[in-house]
Nanobody, 121 residues
Framework: QVQLVESGGGLVQPGGSLRLSCAAYGFTFYAYNMGWFRQAPGKEREGVSC???????YYADSVKGRFTISRDIAKNTLYLEMNSLNPEDTAVYYCARLLGACSREIRGRDWGRGTQVTVSS
């Protein structure tokens, strides 16, 4: 079965950096569009970034220029490098195999359990 396992979350000071990882199991990793989502307390889950099977990438306006999505096909692993973090980035971050295209609007098909990112001084 499909499994997605996030790691790398934690507590970081404003202006700091974190790298999230998502290990993928149970499907042909490189053949699918993948994405990162986040959900802050009391808010709806939102798309953060995605990478297509053709290696095209998209970012939400709120993170563009600060976050970088990438993947290591040999390791079946998706990454999200997060720089210049601010408290508004605090959320549970989820990786997902996407339903449909990688574009500004994305939908998840399969989800990991999430990893907490807290940005606080």
């Amino acid at each position: 079965q499909v499994q997605l396992v996030e790691s790398g979350g934690g507590l970081v000071q404003p202006g700091g950096s974190l790298r999230l990882s998502c290990a993928a199991y149970g499907f042909t990793f490189y053949a699918y569009n993948m994405g990162w989502f986040r959900q802050a307390p009391g808010k709806e889950r939102e798309g953060v970034s995605c990478i297509s099977r053709d290696d095209n990438t998209y970012y939400a306006d709120s993170v563009k220029g600060r976050f970088t999505i990438s993947r290591d096909i040999a390791k079946n692993t998706l990454y999200l490098e997060m720089n210049s973090l601010n408290p508004e980035d605090t959320a549970v971050y989820y990786c997902a195999r996407l339903l449909g295209a990688c574009s500004r609007e994305i939908r998840g098909r399969d989800w990991g359990r999430g990893t907490q990112v807290t940005v606080s001084s």
